[in-house]
C-alpha cells in the first residue's frame, strides 16, 4: 500500500510540471497569436486589401459572411498560429496522439494556402474577362451569354486546380474535367466526319454566313469600347465610389435628417421686462403688447424717471 501511495506521489510530481508547462506555452501563445493575427488585420485595412478583393471579383463569395477579407484573413493566421502553439504544448508530455494528428494538419496547411491561392487568382481572372468581354462585345445579343460562358469555365478550372492541389476529390474532377473535353471533342468529330455531312455542312455554311455578318458589328463594337486601361480606372473609381458609400452609412444624419429638429429662422428674443432698457415690445421676435399696457407709459408703472410711485385704478 505504501508502495503504490508512494508511486502515485511520484506520477503526481512527474505530471504537474509537465501540465503547468503545458499551460503556461499554451496562454503565452494565444496572447502572441492574438496580437500578431490583430497587427495583420490592421496592416492589410491599411494598405487596401479590402478593396483590392472587391476588384477583384471575391466579394460575392463574401457578401453573407460576417468577416471582410482581411479579418478573414487574420482569422486564419491566428489558428494557423495556434497550430503550431498546440504542437508545442502537447509536445511537453512527449510522443502522444494529439501531437501526431496536429503535425499531419500542419502539413497539410501548405496545400491549403495553395489552394486558397489558386481560387483567388482564378475568381479574378474570370472576373477580369468577363468584365473586358461585356465591355467590348456588351452592344451583341451574346455578348453577354459569351462573357458568362468563359468566365465559369475559368472558375472551373480553378476550382479543379485547387482540389487537385489539396488531393480532394480527384476521382471525382478529374474524370468530370475529362469527359466534359472528350464530349466537345467527339461532337465535333461525329458531327463532321460521320453520318452528319451534309447537315453540318448546311449549319456550317449558315454559321460562316452569320459570322460574316456579325464581323463588322464586332469590329465596330471592339473599336468604340473603351480601352482596357480605360475599364480598369472605371472599375477603380467604381469601387472607390461604393467604398466611400459605404463608410459615409455609419455616420451621424445631418440637420435635416429625421431624429434633428428644423433649423430655427432666426434668434429668438425674451420678452421685454420694465428694468432691461432695449427690448422693447417693438422689437422683432417679441409678441405686440396687450391691450391697455403701452410699455412703460402703462399707469400702472407711472412715468419712466419719475420719483412718484405707479397710480393706482
Known amino acids: 500500500m505504501r508502495d503504490a501511495l508512494e508511486n502515485g506521489l511520484d506520477s503526481v510530481a512527474v505530471f504537474l510540471p509537465k501540465l503547468i508547462g503545458f499551460l503556461l506555452i499554451l496562454i503565452i501563445g494565444y496572447f502572441i497569436a492574438k496580437i500578431i493575427a490583430k497587427a495583420i488585420g490592421k496592416l492589410l485595412e491599411k494598405v487596401g486589401f479590402d478593396r483590392a478583393v472587391e476588384r477583384g471579383g471575391v466579394k460575392k463569395a463574401l457578401d453573407k459572411s460576417t468577416f471582410d477579407a482581411s479579418d478573414l484573413v487574420a482569422k486564419l493566421v491566428f489558428y494557423t498560429l495556434m497550430l503550431f502553439v498546440l504542437q508545442l504544448a502537447f509536445g511537453v508530455f512527449g510522443p502522444n496522439?494529439?501531437?501526431?494528428?496536429?503535425?499531419?494538419?500542419?502539413?497539410?496547411?501548405?496545400?491549403?494556402?495553395?489552394?486558397?491561392?489558386?481560387?483567388?487568382?482564378?475568381?479574378?481572372?474570370?472576373?477580369?474577362?468577363?468584365?473586358?468581354?461585356e465591355g467590348t462585345l456588351g452592344g451583341l445579343s451574346y455578348g453577354k451569354m459569351l462573357a458568362g460562358i468563359a468566365s465559369a469555365f475559368i472558375l472551373f478550372l480553378g476550382v479543379v486546380a485547387a482540389l487537385n492541389q489539396i488531393g480532394v476529390a480527384t476521382t471525382v474532377t478529374t474524370p468530370i474535367l475529362i469527359a466534359i473535353l472528350a464530349t466537345i471533342a467527339g461532337v465535333i468529330i461525329v458531327g463532321a466526319g460521320g453520318g452528319l455531312i451534309k447537315p453540318m455542312q448546311t449549319r456550317w455554311e449558315g454559321y460562316l454566313t452569320k459570322a460574316e455578318e456579325e464581323a463588322p458589328k464586332v469590329k465596330e463594337e471592339a473599336r468604340n469600347a473603351p480601352s482596357i486601361k480605360e475599364q480598369a480606372q472605371q472599375a477603380k473609381a467604381d469601387a472607390q465610389a461604393k467604398y466611400d458609400q459605404a463608410g459615409r452609412e455609419g455616420g451621424p444624419p445631418s440637420s435635416g435628417q429625421p431624429g434633428y429638429?428644423?433649423?430655427?429662422?432666426?434668434?429668438?428674443?425674451?420678452?421685454?421686462?420694465?428694468g432691461q432698457p432695449g427690448y422693447s415690445p417693438g422689437q422683432p421676435g417679441y409678441p405686440p403688447p396687450s391691450p391697455g399696457q403701452q410699455g412703460f407709459d402703462d399707469p400702472i408703472y407711472g412715468q419712466p424717471g419719475s420719483d412718484q410711485p405707479p397710480n393706482r385704478v
Do not use: D, H, N
Open 97 to 133: 496522439p494529439i501531437s501526431e494528428l496536429i503535425t499531419g494538419v500542419i502539413a497539410f496547411l501548405p496545400k491549403l494556402i495553395v489552394a486558397i491561392i489558386i481560387i483567388v487568382v482564378a475568381s479574378a481572372i474570370a472576373a477580369a474577362v468577363k468584365t473586358l468581354i
Open 261 to 274: 429638429p428644423p433649423p430655427s429662422s432666426g434668434p429668438q428674443g425674451y420678452p421685454p421686462s420694465p
